[in-house]
């Protein structure tokens, strides 16, 4: 028995009898139907058999579904900074989190595609509640954030989590992907929160804040989606936050989300891999002596890499011009591109609720918002 089993993906030598398990599921009919459309259920049953281990399942499935994906419901996906990093070294991917299911299944297939060593992925517990949803976060190299754990369980929850992630970085050579918040961001504003790096801090030992953060190889990536295939689903959360109140899910909204963001059209995608952190820790050290401060200035970094590498879509600045009431950045998409994002918009939500309107729109344009305190140049 290992601490980390509640939390682990499975080992290599247990992929086959968990693949087994679910082989005839109807979810994993429905997937497979999805991924092999002019094959039969005798095809992958038969490919099944010689899965054993999780880069089989990834490689010879998972990968394929992804591709499924974009060819459906998205017009391809482009990528960049990828070429700069070690394809021999292990990096934590901290992103910008915009889809529970595509945004560390994209980086995978960039990764697979650029030679690289898969990720493994954190998952919230709460979004796996369902068992054959647990057997193939497991089968995916997902690891589990223990979210639905009492509060008295969450420190060493934490702890664990924390030395599961360094554990994989810097003794078994693997990357890892997570979120650069819990949940995903429903307004386009794209933030690190703290905790997360207090989470990640508690591994460090004897080691000083910044040298263990520069143990882990930070990379910040930026994903960027022409169009978020859910941006209508997060609108009532959104709503209830601006009322103040406290916005409760139903019982099947994660799963519908995750297929919404899986079949949703999507456009265009961007996924940018940002420099590694190193001389910033560096120089983070030198400046603050309190961890809190070194804790901010970390968030601060990545977000200033996330934000200055997000591919700005002409969906984005059509919403800042939509919003407000200008056009300023008319010379960044045609008349026929404002057209089809006005009539996605009165489609998908009520329009004439104004409160409504302005939600969906700043959601698409706080990207060009964030991007214009760097006073850079916005077309990229």
């Known amino acids: 028995m290992s601490k980390f089993d509640d939390i682990r993906p499975y080992d290599d030598d247990e992929v086959n009898g968990a693949l087994q398990s679910v082989a005839r599921h109807p979810m994993m009919k429905a997937l497979m139907s999805f991924t092999f459309p002019n094959r039969d259920e005798d095809f992958w049953l038969e490919q099944f058999k010689n ?35 070690d394809k021999n070294q292990s990096y934590l991917f901290i992103s910008n989190h915009r889809d529970i299911v595509l945004d560390t299944s994209l980086l995978n297939l960039a990764l697979l595609n ?56 810097t003794k078994e050579n693997r990357s890892v992907w997570m979120a650069q918040r819990e949940g995903r961001a429903k307004d386009g504003n794209d933030m690190t929160q703290q905790g997360v790096l207090k989470m990640l801090a508690m591994a460090a030992g004897d080691q000083t804040l ?7 190889r930070i990379v910040p990536l930026s994903i960027s989606y022409e169009y978020d295939p859910t941006d209508s689903l997060k609108m009532p959360q959104l709503m209830a936050k601006s009322r103040n109140e406290v916005y409760v899910k139903n019982d099947n909204e994660d799963f519908t989300t995750m297929l919404s963001g899986v079949l949703g059209q999507k ?114």
């Open 267 to 380: 456009k265009r995608i961007h996924l940018h891999a940002g420099k590694v952190l190193n001389t910033e820790l560096d120089n983070i050290a030198n400046e603050f002596d309190n961890k809190n401060k070194q804790l901010q200035a970390i968030a601060q970094i990545i977000d200033d890499s996330i934000i200055q590498n997000y591919k700005l879509w002409p969906t984005k600045y059509i919403a800042y011009d939509l919003l407000h009431k200008t056009d300023q950045f008319a010379d960044r998409y045609t008349e026929e591109e404002k057209q089809l994002f006005i009539r996605r918009l009165e489609m998908r939500i009520d329009s004439f609720d104004s409160a409504l309107k302005e939600s969906f729109l700043a959601m698409y344009a706080n990207p060009v918002i964030n991007k214009m305190k760097y006073q850079q140049d916005l077309s990229s």
């Open 51 to 85: 899965v054993h281990s999780i880069k089989d399942f990834q490689s010879q499935f998972i990968s394929q579904t992804v591709l499924q994906i974009l060819e459906r419901s998205s017009e391809g996906l482009t990528t960049s900074g990828f070429d700069q990093l």
């Open 114 to 169: 650029g030679g690289f060593v898969m990720t493994s992925s954190a998952i919230g517990d709460n979004l796996v509640k369902k068992p054959f949803l647990h057997v193939l976060a497991k089968l995916n190299r997902n690891f589990l954030v223990q979210r639905s754990v009492s509060i008295r369980e969450q420190l060493d929850s934490s702890k664990t989590l924390s030395q599961y992630i360094h554990n994989l970085l």
């Open 210 to 216: 910044t040298d263990f953060f520069k143990s882990l």
